[in-house]
């Protein structure tokens, strides 16, 4: 059984047409992402695991980061460092060696913050670096700004 339809006005067919448009216009975008194999915003983003976080304390611009019990405490890990001064990706090389780099991906300055297969990972376009902060994989061609880091008594720290 077919319920009476109110005959459409100029005021409501512009409605329809309007809505319409936009749920036209929405299937379209969603089926370009499907055929892309990503969403609008990361059209080739990574699925690289993100690095744990270690919010560090900063004085001066010298930052220190115990490393006992933390996301650096063995060798071969990788971690986010958050600052008041900046966000930074440290590689725990080895046992009194760390490197540290700039998050800001020399791409389209998205924050590096996936670790995979020992590269420090950008979510937005994939890019990689290796532990040593050179290009693995654009699209970025520039290597990570890198801060000369030292262990001492346990505790990482550098100068930004
Ligand atoms: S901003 Fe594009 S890969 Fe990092």
């Known amino acids: 059984m077919s319920e009476p339809t ?16 936009q749920a036209a216009s929405l299937a379209a975008i969603s089926g370009v992402a499907a055929a ?5 915003t990361s059209p080739s983003g990574s699925n690289a695991p993100a690095m744990p976080i270690i919010n560090a304390a900063v004085a001066g611009r010298v930052v220190s980061v115990p490393l006992a019990g933390s996301a650096l405490a063995a060798s071969g890990s990788a971690a986010l460092l958050q600052t008041s001064i900046g966000a930074f ?3 725990r090389i080895a046992e009194n060696s760390a490197n540290v780099f700039t998050a800001v991906c020399t791409h389209q300055s998205c ?12 979510p937005c376009h994939g890019s990689q670096f290796t532990t040593g902060g050179s290009v693995a994989n654009g699209p970025a061609n520039r290597a990570l700004q890198q801060f000369t880091a030292t262990i001492a008594d346990g ?4 100068s930004a």
């Not at 892309?36 to 609008?40: A, I, L, V």
């Open 111 to 122: 924050t590096v913050s996936g670790f995979q297969n020992n590269r420090f990972v950008c």
């Open 6 to 21: 109110a005959p459409l006005t100029p005021s409501t067919r512009r409605e329809f047409c309007a809505r319409a448009c």
């Open 36 to 40: 892309c194999g990503g969403s609008p």
């Open 89 to 91: 990706v440290a590689a």
């Open 155 to 158: 505790v990482l720290s550098f």
